[in-house]
């Protein structure tokens, strides 16, 4: 009851900020899910096949199906939504089935930094309306991340994947001690791999193998050597990314210690006011806090730059009750259609359960 | 099946038969067939209450999980690859000295640009780009290969399920690599196969495993200590 009561307050004051409610589909289409982040989201997609032998699923997360609509009914306007419902993820703990959510999304902002702070102060207007007085308000931006790593001295494939893992904590630190240590590479194999090279180079490079040709093999073979990784850069480099995401502290002190932070290590980098779209930062009861590891560990590896959430506590537990950020990139780079800016926030209604 | 009977399933044929067989002797549990060299049925001199099923590995990981047999021998990477609805009901009693083995990762000897599963991962997503595909594994593993590739950060992929003979498919461009299990390496070479040097997905070997469904069973717990010794 308490649920339904805090959702109608929700969803009204949302309603009020000048969001338009839209229903999502509650099945899709797989192929749009699965073409372009592979087996990553089949994990826990509630699939099925039709009379026609396409595979269709219960929506897994309710962002997506609202990108989808967005480009599927080829809106190109900026727009800005409001929808709720549940997302339907497999999983070994019953509670995590289903996830009950409200959303608001802006498409096609034409001043991302101007939605950004809409986003954030709209969430901070339903905090207030649900009544809990006290909250802590995480903001980070994954910008600030790829600034640092590019200024890096470590080959470009390295910087690449860095930036891919860097939601993905475990996998992320794994990176950094083969960066520190060198430990993956066996000087034997890579001594037979130059003999196999030398030997591919004498062929005809059209030559297919296993579905590559010797040329791209020999190309990129190429490119990795050229551009080596050295132990005492990798080192260096591991230490200031180890450091780098140890950054937290008030939001307020966030600029001056992040460029303490840079010019410390010579890294030519200033930080400006844009990284941070907040205009609340007054609010009493409010905690804000700056870090740069905001949402490392949680499945929120589409958000691009600005990223934010906000943690209550109910019965002595700290849970977040609301999270979101930017994600320009999610409808290009991981569902294959064309490239929508976008910027959203969720509220978490399952802490109410 | 017969409530008083304790039905033990052990590997068909190869390897893991002998070994299987070697295990029983040593415990004194003498299994003769009534049926000849081919019956897939034995029982076990002075013992009338246990029979011995001559089955499929993978089988005898269902069999074990429906309670339909009681202990068995089979490979722990089966066990493993099983769903978890199987897994869950299945105990490993004790891991045992044979069918040592690894489930790893290899690609042609020809790609040397790739070297470990960040190579790969940065391979399949050119892949994708170029030719609007996912790269291809070929795996009689699909659930370990899956999960260890998400651990890994690899997501751009599809499996294709082999049947046998995994070593041959990138040479027939059935898969770009495999994911195989291995125990000298001996074949992957010979296919000119090399494995990632983080490919290892896991660990194998054979062990005593119990139904928890037959767990109050007459008899059963003694068994599983005699081989447990």
């Known amino acids: 009851m308490k649920s339904k009561n805090s959702s109608n307050k929700i969803l009204a004051l949302i309603k009020s900020q000048g969001f338009n409610k839209i229903e999502l589909d509650s099945v899709l289409e797989t192929k749009y899910i699965l073409q372009r982040s592979g087996e990553n989201f089949r994990k826990y997609l509630f699939s099925f096949y039709n009379s026609n032998g396409e595979e269709l699923c219960l929506r897994p997360d309710l962002t997506i199906s609202s990108v989808l609509r967005y480009a599927q009914g080829n809106r190109f306007n900026k727009e800005k939504v409001f929808y709720t419902g549940s997302a339907f993820r497999k999983s070994y703990n019953k509670k995590n089935i289903l996830i009950k959510q409200i959303g608001m999304e802006i498409f096609s902002s034409k001043d991302e930094n101007k939605d950004d702070r809409e986003i954030i102060d709209t969430s901070i207007k339903v905090l207030k309306k649900t009544g809990f007085k006290k909250a802590k308000v995480e903001i980070g931006n994954f910008k600030l991340f790829e600034l640092l790593i590019q200024k890096l001295s470590i080959p470009q494939r390295w910087k690449n994947r860095l930036i891919k893992f860097y939601w993905n904590k475990e996998y992320f630190s ?37 579905g590559r040709t010797y040329e791209e093999i020999i190309e990129r073979y190429e490119r990795k050597i050229n551009d080596p990784r050295l132990t005492k850069t990798g080192k260096t480099s591991s230490k200031i990314i180890k450091e780098f995401l140890k950054i937290k502290c008030s939001l307020k002190d966030a600029p001056k210690k992040l460029n303490a932070f840079y010019k410390k290590y010579n890294l030519n980098i200033s930080v400006a006011k844009e990284f941070f779209p907040i205009s609340t930062s007054n609010q009493k009861d409010l905690k804000f ?65 | 099946m017969n409530k008083d009977i304790i039905n033990i399933g052990i590997v068909s044929k190869g390897r893991l038969k002998e070994e299987s067989e070697k295990i029983l002797k040593k415990n004194n549990l003498k299994i003769y067939t009534e049926d000849g060299e081919r019956g897939l049925v034995a029982k076990v001199k002075g013992r009338k209450n246990i029979r011995v099923l001559f089955l499929h590995a993978r089988e005898i990981i269902d069999q074990l999980s429906l309670g339909n047999i009681d202990l068995g021998i089979s490979g722990f990477d089966l066990l493993k690859e099983s769903e978890i609805n199987i897994q869950k009901n299945i105990k490993v009693e004790k891991k045992l000295k044979f069918g040592f083995a690894t489930l790893q990762l290899a690609v042609r000897k020809e790609f040397i640009d790739v070297f470990t599963t960040l190579d790969l991962d940065e391979v399949a997503e050119d ?37 046998g003979s995994t070593e041959l498919m990138p040479a027939m461009d059935t898969a770009m690599l495999i994911s195989d299990i291995s125990s000298t390496g001996t074949t992957m070479k010979k296919n000119h196969l090399r494995p990632l040097s983080d490919g290892e997905i896991l660990k194998s070997q054979a062990c005593l495993l119990s139904s928890k469904k037959s767990k109050s069973k007459k008899g059963l717990q003694g068994l599983i200590k005699l081989f447990s010794k």
């Open chain 2, 127 to 163: 892949y994708r780009r170029k030719n609007k595909k996912l790269i291809r594994i070929g795996t009689k593993y699909p659930n370990l290969t899956r999960d260890a590739l998400y651990k890994r950060g690899v997501t751009n992929f599809t499996i294709v399920k082999s049947l």
């Open chain 1, 289 to 353: 806090e700056f870090s740069t590891s905001s949402g490392r560990g949680r499945e929120v590896e589409f958000y691009s730059s600005f990223i934010f959430s906000i943690d209550v506590k109910i019965k002595g537990k700290t849970k977040t009750f609301i999270a979101g950020g930017r994600y320009n990139d999610l409808s290009s780079k991981k569902l294959g259609l064309r490239k929508i800016p976008a910027v959203g926030a969720a509220v978490n209604l399952a802490v109410y359960e």
């Open chain 1, 174 to 210: 794994q990176l950094l001690k083969r960066l520190d240590s060198n430990s993956d590479i066996d000087p034997f194999i890579v001594a037979g791999d130059h003999k196999t090279y030398l030997k591919m180079k004498k062929e005809y490079p059209k030559k297919m193998i296993a």
